[in-house]
């Protein structure tokens, strides 16, 4: 097999909308019957994205299995699963962030738009 347990590595094979996606291998799956596409049973790794969701025969989805021979490791990339949950969960807490200041900044617009209506408004239905 061409992958371990904690390779970053690309998706070279598979459903269209995941080629080049980056996955960690997260663990081994086991054998799965590839037979319907002309493989036979094949050795298979449970992985993660790396960014963003993978289309899977069940939907969308962070993670799924995927046979060995539809990956290619990235040499020197490696991570364990500890460090993934760091990274996603960081590049959420700044997604999270960027949306608060997006209404920050959406709240402070609205009230400088009423601030300007109230000034303009006769003083008598102030």
């Keep these: ?19 080049g996606r980056l996955v960690v291998v997260v663990k081994f799956y ?3 019957d590839y037979t319907y596409l002309g493989y036979g049973m094949l050795p298979c790794w ?21 046979p060995d021979l539809a990956l ?3 040499d020197d990339l490696k991570l364990n699963y500890e460090e993934l949950a760091k990274a996603r969960a960081t590049a959420e807490l700044e997604a999270a962030w960027e949306n608060l200041r997006a209404v920050a900044r959406e ?3 609205n009230q ?3 601030e300007e ?6 003083a008598s239905t102030r």
């Design 107 to 109: 709240m402070e617009r």
């Design 46 to 66: 449970t992985v993660e994205s790396m960014g963003g969701l993978l289309k899977t025969s069940i939907g969308p989805d962070i993670g799924g299995f995927i």
């Design 72 to 74: 290619r490791p990235i």
């Design 1 to 19: 097999m061409k992958c371990k347990v904690g390779d970053v590595a690309v998706i070279t094979k598979g459903i269209p909308d995941n080629i």
């Design 112 to 114: 400088s738009f009423l």
């Design 30 to 32: 086991g054998n799965f």
């Design 117 to 122: 209506e109230i000034a303009l408004m006769p």
